[in-house]
């Protein structure tokens, strides 16, 4: 079975990987997310920090075998989700999401 795994800064998702075996893909998400995760850091006070680098998160969970095909879903599925107003809330919370 692959895995999908999201790496996450707070709850701001940067990146996506897949992976099965040894085989594996990933992609950033658009440089939005990027600034918003810096944004968001700044604000939290926790730039240059290893209080920053500590808010690195990878959530794991398992996916279908083409991992192409789940690669591209998730990503696009994301940067639909999560539009330029959540990341504004998001950033404006130091990057943490309301529970």
């Known amino acids: 079975m692959a895995n999908l795994i999201i790496v996450m800064w707070r709850d701001i998702p940067a990146q996506v990987i897949v992976k099965q075996g040894r085989k594996s893909a990933k992609r950033p998400l658009e440089e939005r997310f990027e600034k918003a995760v810096d944004k968001a850091a700044m604000r939290a006070g926790l730039y240059g920090s290893d209080g920053y680098l500590s808010e690195w998160r990878r959530d794991t969970s398992s996916c279908?075998?083409?991992?192409?095909?789940?690669?591209?879903?998730?990503?696009?599925?994301?940067?639909?989700?999560?539009t330029d107003e959540r990341l504004a809330v998001l950033v404006a919370a130091g990057g943490i999401a309301e529970k």
């Open 64 to 82: 279908g075998d083409d991992l192409e095909a789940v690669l591209e879903a998730t990503v696009s599925q994301i940067q639909t989700d999560y």
